[in-house]
């Protein structure tokens, strides 16, 4: 198995160099590919603001690259519910932090944004300190 940066995945999802894009693509076509969650974190950043990607552009991007056989993740159900949130409207970062702190009873954070959109959820409720 081999693990990846984040300017692989960049190349393979935007083809925007060739010559990189068939590099990352022989990467991903030979091995079992690792990619560590801060990855996928730099990886929607990029996307975003270097790259103008939309959420659902983002989302269906993970949701192709991250279903690869080849692919592995450390908590895969935790990446496809942050993608899921993030879908639904929660920043891509709140909605992973979110996610891996479902073991937790409560998330404390002086984000009112993350807070409102939050509210719905099931698991680790979201909320202000007092």
Known sequence: MIAIDTNVIVRLLTKDDASQYQQAYKLFDTHD??????????????L?????????EIANAFILLLGLVNVKVNHPERLA?????????????DALHLANSQHCKILYTFDKKMINKTKQLEGCKVLAPD
């Open 81 to 93: 519910l942050a993608i899921t949130w993030h879908k639904q409207g929660l920043d891509f970062a």
């Open 33 to 46: 590919v690792f990619i560590a969650d801060t990855v996928i974190l730099e990886t929607e950043w990029v």
């Open 48 to 56: 975003r603001f270097a790259y103008d990607y939309k959420v659902d």
